[in-house]
């Protein structure tokens, strides 16, 4: 059981041939930020967020239906019998809710250019490809040379779609099935809102 913080270390030495160069690393602020703060202090690269959400099933927020970032929607095709309606009134609330949070963390630093420039995307574990799909959307719009996922915790399936779907993958650890957090990181205290845009705005 290790910290976030020392995820980020040791998937940064993963990740050294970007040290310095124009790379981004880009960090979802729902997920554990620290590991994506790690990887850039390490690699000396800036820090930028987009956020993105779960669309948790109504019936049990246990169960992820989907992910929604600031435009782009991942949906499967079937819900599973749950009313259209009532789910696009989820994608819709978690649209705006995810607006207020990027100009709440761009205030007074706007938001990074990913054009041409290869994107490191971190979360800290990964049950379900479909959680961080919308994220890797919402960035192939601004046409970045390279995508990659960094991640310390990944189960084998979600690997499995991230490898067919970005340039890279790196992680610290694989299972068929993963546990909750509790089993791999020491740290038990989530960034606050305020912490994260900090963390945004003295980036280098």
Request: aromatic share 4%; charged share 25%.
């Amino acid at each position: 059981m290790i910290s976030r913080e020392e995820s980020g270390v040791i998937l940064a030495r993963k990740l050294a041939r970007y040290t310095g160069t124009d790379a981004v690393v880009i960090g979802i602020p729902q997920s554990w930020l620290p590991v994506a703060v790690a990887i850039a202090r390490q690699l000396a690269l800036p820090l930028d967020v987009i956020p993105a959400q779960r669309v948790n099933h109504p019936g049990n927020n246990a169960l992820n239906l989907g992910s929604v970032c600031l435009t782009e929607v991942v949906m499967p095709a079937d819900t599973g019998g749950i009313p259209q309606d009532l789910v696009a009134h989820q994608i819709a609330i978690l649209k705006a809710r995810n607006a207020k949070e990027y100009q709440y963390y761009h205030e007074k630093k706007p938001p990074i250019s990913l054009a041409h420039r290869t994107v490191i995307v971190e979360d800290d574990m990964h049950n379900s490809s479909e959680v961080l799909a919308a994220s890797i959307n919402e960035i192939r719009r601004q046409k970045p040379d390279k995508i990659v996922v960094a991640i310390p915790i990944v189960e084998a399936e979600a690997a499995r779609v991230f490898i067919a779907e970005v340039d890279e993958l790196h992680f610290i650890r694989m299972e068929n099935e993963i546990g909750t957090s509790k089993k791999y990181f020491s740290d038990t205290t989530r960034p606050s809102r305020q912490e994260i845009r900090r963390f945004v705005e003295t980036s280098s």
